[in-house]
């Protein structure tokens, strides 16, 4: 599976203290192990020439205040509290002042964000889309850029996830509905 660098993006989704790290309020063990295959296909990707983006899950304090329906604290509990370490990404990752960090609010990267002008900007179509978690802001994300018409592919050895299950949905669901899979050696980088 060939990816034209100047046509492609990795999308490293909410790779966060608060998911990622022992000491944060939603960690899952999954999500920490998730961090070396992400770095490693970051790499990949940078020394090819592709673009990076990392999102981050970011709530302020009062953000569900008023939900009518909508409300992750109530879901999740309190986590990635505006200006909190929690919400801050975590430190094992490699990112440049090149790099892209979106700052999002829901589940998908690209509602009420500049993901979506940042990527048309730059002449961005296909997505490789790794992190946490699987079946929630990776699937939701990946949801999202295919029906914005980018090429959305979820690299399934590169993602956190609560139960193995959760990973295996996700993986599945992306694969069946919208997008493709990839593991990260079959991804390759090249003229298209």
């Known amino acids: 599976m060939a990816f034209d660098p100047t046509e492609t993006a990795v999308i490293v989704v909410d790779m966060q203290n608060g998911f990622c790290h022992p000491d944060g309020s939603l960690y899952a063990e999954p999500s920490e192990a998730a961090v070396e295959p992400v770095t490693a296909l970051v790499d990949r990707a940078r020394e090819a020439g592709a673009s990076v983006v990392y999102t981050r899950d970011v709530h302020p304090p009062e953000q569900f205040a008023d939900a009518h329906y909508y409300d992750e604290f109530d879901r999740w509990g309190e986590h990635v509290v505006e200006g909190s370490w929690d919400a801050e990404l975590v430190a094992d990752l490699d990112v440049r002042d090149g790099d892209h960090v979106v700052e999002k609010h829901t589940y998908d990267a690209f509602y009420q964000t500049d993901l979506e002008g940042y990527l048309d900007a730059h002449g961005i179509s296909d997505l490789l889309i790794c992190g946490t978690l699987a079946n929630v802001c990776v699937l939701h994300t990946a949801g999202s850029a295919g029906l914005r018409d980018y ?42």
């Open 151 to 192: 090429r959305p592919v979820v690299v399934e050895d590169a993602l956190g996830y609560i139960t193995e299950d959760h990973r295996e949905y996700a993986v599945d669901h992306a694969d069946w509905l919208f997008g493709e899979t990839a593991t990260r050696d079959a991804v390759g980088f090249g003229s298209a």
